[in-house]
């Protein structure tokens, strides 16, 4: 059976001192908890925090991650330079990036091969916009998302990778998918993950649900058989939000 995950986008917010400050709240509440855990500040406090989450059961993470190697790429923030202050995985593909940022999925491919590379895990995030769910092809612009982005990844590679469908419209919205609506959502991921690489690959590999999780409705919705925990934003800024999430998430 696998194991919950529950991963915290802290997206663009926070000062430092708040960011050490609910890092030391996040580490005390979740102690002796027993999913997995992954926070994701801002990177300019990426270090700040790993200092206080190091040898905890939470991971660190990263937003974003430049899709070149080291060298003359001003602004960029590179596999090698997160690996080298303690993050363990970084977030790809998000919607904000997707759609506010143009990152194509020709890009996001490229930015996990070199994660891979790296030694870093990924969360791929895919999800459709309102509009493509108005017209009935949620299932196809995931399954496009998911072909595209894992392109020349291999099943061994697949370990290191989760997937966290996030319905663009559900994302700092309020809205949610209902727990049926997403569960249909990630086991059409699971059946797409069975034709590209296995029945194996597609039991092992976690799908966290990313489309407004809250303490609210994570109970029910990590209840349904192929949601495998959530990539949380707004709720992952709050001590007891997040920390209700993750008791939810290790029952």
Known sequence: MRSKYVAGNWKMNMDKASAIELAKGLVESVKGLNAKYMIAPPFVYLDAVYQVIK???????????????????????SGEMLKDIGVETVILGHSERRYEFYENDALINKKIHLALESGLDVVLCIGELSSHRIVGVTERICELQIREG???????????????????????????ATPEEAQAVHA???????????????????????GSMNDANAEELLAQPDIDGGLIGGASLKVDKFTTICKFASK
């Open 55 to 77: 040898g905890s059961n939470i991971i660190l993470g990263a937003q974003d991650m430049a899709a070149t190697k080291n060298g003359a790429h001003t602004g960029a923030v």
């Open 150 to 176: 894992l392109k020349d990844v291999s099943e061994e590679q697949l370990s290191h990778i989760s997937i966290a469908y996030e319905p663009v419209w559900a994302i700092g919205t309020g809205k949610t």
């Open 188 to 210: 059409s991921v699971r059946s797409v993950i069975t034709r590209l690489y296995s029945p194996k690959a597609a039991e092992e590999i976690k799908i966290l649900y990313g």
